[in-house]
């Protein structure tokens, strides 16, 4: 069923053609008048010149510039413009005899001036058909930039959404191997019945409050980000004891370097679940500090000569995707490994803003 919008905006289109043709027929009126006071004349010679205008217009801007110009057809449209112009100029000497037989009774004399020569009757004609055809190419070309604004709009769109989606599996991915961890070096502490437990706990909610509730920022402090890691490390403390070496060197953080929270402790997570006891010592270290336009994270954790152990595991390639996804190519990351050390280094660059 047609809708009342719909049928309204028809009504509106015929309602603009009609008054768009009366114009032109008021027009041909005034210009094929000049120098003459035969109105009657004037008015039904206009109005017979009428059909061969309104065909030669409708058929030109509403069949061969959509059917062929429009889609690059460009020989069927010249031929078939061909075709128009030879029927229409028929049409238009037809006109010059009516108004020559029928008008004057055959006396070129009562003649108006400007209908006199066939000419002007065609400059008439093809100045109504290249206005309106001019205007059609316009409002086309209009039409197709609104289209394909459209388009890149829904597909950035979709793209954008698409981006969220991967950033928020990344981060469900990292949740569950983040809280594992912790869980596991809670669990050995409770078969202890240490009486560490209740700074454990407390450490572990102030985790678990991060986890759940700041994650989901776009952004945080970074130094948020640096007290949570403060609090995993004492918590690997507890659970290593006297076989765990950490030194942290943190430069004094500004409150207003934001990051987008979970970047760093994945790295930190790595060297615990990956770092290898040496010389009956887990022995990691860290540095962080900032310039005016970077953020320098460095990790490194002990492993031994002859390990062949994968260090990246499913958190550390999680946050390459991530790094990827968020800062593209405003970011450096480089990881190492030789006899004793897997060392991780990481520069953001902070002079743009990374892409959400």
Known sequence: MLSRE????????????????????????????????????????SVFLMPVTIGMTYTVAYILIPQYLLRQKYFYFVLYCIYAIIISALLIVLSFFYGLLFLTEVRIGDMAPMTRSPLFLFIAVYFVVFVVCAFSLAQQNYKSNSNNQELQRKILEAQLK???????????????????????????FALKKSEE?????????????????????????????IEHIKDYVTLEKMRFSD????SMNF???????MIPPMLLIPFVENSFKHGQIRNKKLTISMDLYCSENSINFNIKNSIHSSSDTNNDGIGLSNIKKRLSTLYANNHDLIISKNESWHTVQLRLNTSK???L
């Open 6 to 45: 719909f049928i309204l905006k028809k009504i509106a289109q015929l309602v603009l053609h009609i008054l768009f043709w009366i114009v032109v027929l008021f027009s041909y009126t005034y210009f094929f008048g000049y120098n003459s006071e035969n109105i009657n004349y004037i008015f039904s010679f």
């Open 162 to 188: 698409l981006k969220e989606q991967e950033l928020h599996y990344l981060k469900m991915q990292i949740h569950p191997h983040f809280l594992f961890n912790t869980l596991n070096t809670m669990y050995g």
């Open 197 to 225: 437990t209740p700074e454990m706990i407390l450490k572990l909610s102030n985790l678990l409050d991060y986890l759940l509730y700041q994650v989901d920022k776009p952004l945080v402090s970074l130094k948020e980000e």
């Open 243 to 246: 076989t765990l070496i950490v």
């Open 251 to 257: 430069d004094v953080i500004d409150e207003s370097i």
């Open 353 to 355: 803003k990374y892409a």
